[in-house]
């Protein structure tokens, strides 16, 4: 099946299509499109994302990557009459009603071009920025009525998890349960451990900061651009060459927050705040010693993550492990997981390529398809009030619990 994935939950607006067959386990999967238009220069002078812009934005932007996609896949139908039924205008006037822009772009958008040839529309429901997650919720609910096509709610937290999933050379690749999964981005920090029904046990979380947001703290403590992570892990890449390079190791050194506690939580904040007492003590920064702070932030945070991460393979036996959200661009971070799996010959490693670690629509449609194939009844939206699909900015992953209702 053909399924339009849509992602809208913080700065980045995505769309993105893609062919899936096969069944949860490993499924097929081919990438026929992709649309990603990142408002990160936008929001850069509010120093992190600003909610009201990020909403207009995607407003803005929805219909042109829709169209990109669309010519790129090959599924543009254009057509000259236009031949909306009344009824649907109805219902998609009520469901973009708070979209005003975007509302009159769909109607333009769709007396202009035939329903294309796909199957399933799948759109981020949250977590993340509410103002942000509507727009591309409600545009997908819109799309899917005048369509006729069934609407996939995605938990934007789930697609990281299966953003694994979509290889390099679109080789598919395969999850076996129970799995691990350690999600890193710049709102999440958690250990879950999914089981084969694909419910979620969060096995520990962190209590303060996530790890995004520790990298794009600390990277506005050594006066570096938002999202901080790239540029702490710049940084860092140069310190560890020097002193590969010289053998002199730099005189500083960060707490390892938790690191030997007996539970799988995190806490980020102290960290930071170590970051802020250190520079304030060394004053006006140079170049090297920013290097060197950044270096040791990074190595800090890699080894709490990597010691509770594999303490909880241990207890778990877990059959395979997910790295996943926006940190697992990271290139250390990543390379010490890949070093350290090998003394778990059980256990697969799954880490997302790099296209696909950070915000994407392509990830939304995996996950999107996987809840399909789990039970395809569930999404069937001219059977169900569009309005009770709301827009869920903390939504939790799927407990054993929380089942029927999802
Ligand atoms: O998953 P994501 O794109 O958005 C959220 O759902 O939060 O994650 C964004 C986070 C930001 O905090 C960003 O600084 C961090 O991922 N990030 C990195 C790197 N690239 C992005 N952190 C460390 N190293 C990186 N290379
Ligand atoms: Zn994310």
Redesign the pocket.
């Known amino acids: 099946m053909k399924i339009l994935a849509i992602e809208t939950?913080?700065d980045e607006t995505a769309i993105a299509l893609l062919e899936c067959t096969g069944d949860i386990t490993k499924p097929q999967l081919t990438l026929l499109g992709e649309g990603l238009y990142s408002q990160v220069a936008k929001h850069a002078p509010y120093g992190g994302v600003y909610p009201n812009l990020a909403k207009r934005e995607h407003q803005l932007n929805l219909i042109p990557l829709l169209k990109k996609v669309l010519t790129e896949s090959n599924l543009e139908n254009s057509k000259s009459e236009a031949r909306n039924q009344k009824e649907i205008k109805e219902k998609i006037t009520e469901v973009l009603a708070r979209e005003k822009e975007l509302l009159d772009a769909t109607f333009d958008l769709l007396s202009h071009s035939e329903k294309p040839a796909i199957d399933a529309i799948a759109a981020t429901v949250g977590p993340g920025l509410e103002p942000a997650l509507w727009v591309g919720l409600n545009f997908g609910k819109a799309l899917s009525i005048a369509w006729g096509l069934p609407f996939i709610p995605v938990n934007?937290m789930e697609g990281?998890v299966f953003s694994v999933l979509l290889g390099q050379e679109d080789h598919s690749k395969k999850i076996e349960y129970p799995a691990l999964a350690l999600l890193i981005?710049?709102?999440?920090t958690e250990i879950d451990l999914i089981d084969a029904s694909l419910n979620y046990t969060t096995l520990g979380r962190t209590r303060d900061d996530a790890v995004?947001?520790a990298?794009?703290k600390v990277a506005r403590l050594l006066g570096l651009p938002y999202?901080?992570?790239?540029h702490?892990?710049a940084l860092a890449e140069i310190s560890r060459m020097r002193r590969d390079q010289t053998h002199i190791h730099a005189d500083i050194q960060l707490p390892r927050p938790m690191i030997n506690s007996s539970n799988y939580d995190f806490s980020f904040s102290g960290l930071k705040t170590a970051v802020l007492y250190l520079v304030q003590k060394l004053g006006t920064l140079s170049e090297q010693q920013k290097q060197d702070i950044a270096r040791e932030f990074e190595d800090a945070t890699i080894e709490v993550l990597a010691k509770k991460t594999l303490r909880a393979l241990e207890e778990t036996g877990a059959r395979t492990l997910i790295i996943a959200?926006?940190?697992v661009?990271?290139?250390t971070l990543r390379a010490t997981f890949e070093k350290k799996i090998r003394e778990y010959p059980q256990v697969m490693l799954r880490i997302p390529t790099f296209a696909l670690a950070?915000?994407n629509a392509v990830m939304i449609g995996i996950a999107g398809y996987i809840r399909f194939v789990k039970n395809p009844s569930l999404f069937d939206i001219a059977a169900s009030n569009p309005n009770a699909i709301p827009a869920e900015g903390n939504r939790p992953l799927q407990h054993k619990d929380t089942n029927a209702s999802r």
């Open positions: 939950s913080c934007h990281h981005s710049g709102g999440h995004g947001e990298f794009d999202p901080g992570g790239p702490i892990s959200g926006g940190v661009a990271n290139k950070t915000d």
